[in-house]
């Protein structure tokens, strides 16, 4: 079972840009859907963007544009590039990992914009 550890988040100033990574350990990650999710305080949970096995993407309308998914199955790691970063991505972010029976989350990364 895939397990996720992500990194990467910063203090940026607004316009800046961060790339954030979720690395997996564990058999079969080519066969996972990977997920960015994020959470600011007092909030829930949302999507931000997913990748299939195929590197098929999917991003949440506010973020298309600016932010890009990708993975490279030969590193087992998922990356997310943020441009012209906002306060309002201010979060914590969230690698999520869904294969064949088996779902894992990481600990997240925080990503803090303000100038």
């Known amino acids: 079972q895939v397990q996720v550890v992500e990194s990467g988040g910063d203090l940026v100033q607004p316009g800046g840009s961060l790339r954030l990574s979720c690395v997996a350990s564990?058999?079969?990650?080519?066969?996972?859907?990977m997920s960015w999710y994020r959470q600011a305080p007092g909030k829930q949970r949302d999507l931000v963007a997913t990748?299939?096995?195929?590197?098929?993407?999917n991003f949440a309308d506010s973020l298309k544009g600016r932010f890009t998914i990708s993975r490279d199955n030969n590193r087992n790691t998922v990356y997310l590039q943020m441009n012209n970063l906002k306060p309002e991505d201010t979060a914590v972010y969230y690698c999520?990992?869904?294969?064949?029976?088996?779902?894992?989350w990481g600990q997240g990364t925080q990503v803090t914009v303000s100038s």
């Open positions: 990748i299939t096995p195929g590197g098929s993407t």
């Open positions: 999520n990992a869904v294969g064949p029976g088996h779902s894992s």
């Open positions: 564990g058999p079969g990650f080519v066969m996972y859907t």
